[in-house]
């Protein structure tokens, strides 16, 4: 089974620019989460989705937003870019209906630089 | 709100020695995972703890959950440098009737084994 995949691996943004992360989670698995990891915050929860809808949503201003597609495939947006949204994001999905585990599965991230 | 602390941050250790790194969190659950992260890589599922009293052994590293107590433990037996990474843990609570789950993880834990 293929694994979770993330499109850009690498983006250099500037400020006030907008950029869209791409992700595609294990066939079969309906949930998808993000997070951002930077040194200085840790690895935080941005939001998840499953079946199309956000369930939930991290302490992320408005400018993080995200959708989820009918194939499960997730999209993250970040608009008007600031310096301190450079990081690794990452994504994971997961089967909630795997209720053993549920285990969440990372994609390989995007590192995203804002000059 | 969940909060996750690790310790220590930051270990140095010998080839050949035992060590803990502890994973206190502030809210009840009995679902917490370990992950190992490699400089510049993802995130790598170590152990999955689903219950109170879990214990998992993978080669040298064994990990333990005490729900009541709301500490997980991740024992490194007679370090390898192949053990040098980040390793984390992260706690699961549920966010929705789907079984969805949102991690919230600890700072971290940075472990240098030296030949």
């Known amino acids: 089974k293929a694994g979770v995949t993330q499109t850009p691996r690498y983006l250099i943004k500037t400020r006030g620019q907008q950029v869209t992360l791409s992700c595609s989670p294990i066939?079969?698995?309906?949930?998808v989460s993000w997070y951002q990891q930077t040194p200085g915050q840790g690895l935080q929860f941005l939001f998840e989705?499953?079946?199309?809808?956000?369930?939930n949503k991290g302490n992320f201003p408005g400018r993080f937003s995200g959708r989820q597609f009918s194939n499960s495939r997730s999209e993250m947006n970040v608009s008007t870019l600031e310096l301190g949204d450079s990081a690794l994001y990452l994504c994971?999905?997961?089967?909630?209906?795997?209720?053993?585990?549920?285990?969440?599965?990372f994609g390989p991230g995007t590192r995203l630089t804002v000059l | 709100e969940l909060k996750v602390e690790q310790n220590p941050l930051f270990l140095s250790m010998q080839e050949g020695k035992n060590y803990t790194i502890y994973c206190n969190y502030s809210t009840t659950s009995d679902r917490l995972y370990w992950y190992r992260q490699d400089p510049g890589k993802s995130l790598e599922s170590l152990f999955v703890?689903?219950?109170?009293?879990a214990v998992k052994q993978e080669g040298r590293l064994m990990a333990s959950l005490d729900t009541k107590a709301r500490l997980s433990t991740l024992h490194i037996t007679a370090a390898v440098h192949d053990l040098s990474a980040t390793y984390f843990c992260a706690v699961a609570l549920p966010i929705s009737n789907f079984g969805n789950e949102k991690l919230t993880f600890g700072t971290g834990t940075r472990l240098t084994i030296i030949p």
């Open positions: 066939s079969g698995h309906r949930s």
């Open positions: 989705y499953f079946s199309e809808t956000q369930r």
């Open positions: 703890l689903l219950s109170n009293g």
């Open positions: 994971a999905s997961s089967s909630p209906a795997d209720k053993i585990s549920n285990e969440q599965f």
